[in-house]
């Protein structure tokens, strides 16, 4: 039998967008053993009712990897860890253009150039920016980067070159981060979403889940990314690396996984969120229940340091599932 509570508040939610669940029943909900289903059933009409049943599709470029002078401890690039993985600074700009164009052909509609490290600087900040730059020439992609953290200047001089989302993971609950990074503070990680906010960017921010966190801090992290206001929520799982910290922790369970993606469309309605690495091996067969439990957004082909599954295979997935790509 259905939860009182839980259709009342899924009513609220779809009838008025300023609603808001509370954090209380938003924990009670994810640390229930018995309701798993429910959620995804309530979730589902909530994506419904504010997405419709359009899906985008998002794909990233490893534009800089390795030797990363972070300690996250689930990443591969990290120069803490020793994981065997290709280490290269900025690839060439016609490399990134073709990739670009490779996978707006496979089907992307929103495309990244992601970098390992704290930080740019300012001559590599001017190469991202002459990249999207032409992106955007031979495209009709959505240009997104995710560079580590920014300084105002850099986020205008980003915006200015086309380029209209900043990505930038909070990761985790601040209350768990020093288990999971201690080289840099969350508030550094919130700034950066703000700067990047106020400098005219869209903002995609979330965190990998399954690193060691309660439900509570997920629940945590939804409402952090609610009071950011941020416009994408991806959602990773973790996939143990070996060599990094983490590579002995176990996967999470595909159900569990399922009910953290509706957990974060309760707790922001009518915001993208998007599922991306790890998925393939956390949910296997499962992949597409990732719709019903309240995602808009899929990550297709490969990730930063592994391989994801083709993208056709994801683009038939979506239109198997009777949703339209846009």
Not at 184 to 190: G, L, S, T
Not at 204 to 223: D, H, N, P
Not at 282 to 298: C, E, H, K, R, S
Request: aromatic share 8%; net charge neutral; proline share 3%.
């Amino acid at each position: 039998m259905f939860d009182k509570t839980l259709i009342s508040i899924t009513e609220k939610i779809i009838k008025d967008p300023s609603y808001s669940i509370s954090y209380e029943d938003a924990c009670k909900f994810a640390a229930s053993q018995d309701n798993t289903v429910d959620l995804i059933m309530c979730a589902n009409k909530i994506r419904d009712k504010y997405k419709k049943n359009n899906i985008f599709t998002c794909s990233i470029i490893n534009a800089k990897s390795g030797r990363c002078s972070e300690d996250c401890a689930f990443c591969a690039q990290s120069a803490f860890h020793k994981t065997g993985i290709e280490t290269y600074p900025l690839l060439d700009k016609e490399k990134i253009l073709n990739n670009s164009i490779y996978m707006k052909k496979a089907g992307a509609t929103k495309y990244s150039m992601v970098t390992s490290g704290h930080s740019l600087s300012s001559h590599e900040i001017d190469f991202i920016g002459h990249a999207a730059e032409e992106i955007n020439k031979k495209t009709d992609l959505s240009v997104c980067a995710s560079l580590g953290q920014l300084t105002e200047p850099t986020a205008i001089k980003l915006k200015e070159r086309g380029v209209t989302t900043y990505h930038h993971n909070l990761e985790t609950a601040g209350s768990y981060f020093d288990q999971v990074c201690t080289t840099h503070e969350y508030d550094e990680d919130i700034q950066t979403v703000k700067i990047a906010k106020s400098a005219g960017l869209k903002i995609c921010s979330g965190g990998i889940l399954g690193l060691g966190e309660t439900w509570a801090q997920r629940v945590e992290l939804a409402f952090t990314l609610k009071e950011l206001d941020v416009d994408s929520i991806p959602i990773n799982f973790l996939n143990p690396i070996p060599g990094t910290k983490m590579e002995n922790r176990s996967l999470l369970p595909p159900m569990e996984a399922l009910k953290c993606i509706a957990i974060f469309r309760f707790i922001n309605p009518d915001k993208d969120i998007t599922v991306c690495g790890g998925r393939e091996k956390t949910l296997g067969d499962f992949q597409p229940w990732i719709f019903m439990a309240g995602a808009n957004g899929v990550m297709i082909g490969n990730y930063l340091t592994t391989k994801g599954r083709s993208a056709e295979m994801d683009m038939d997935m979506i239109r198997q599932m009777g949703l339209n790509i846009c």
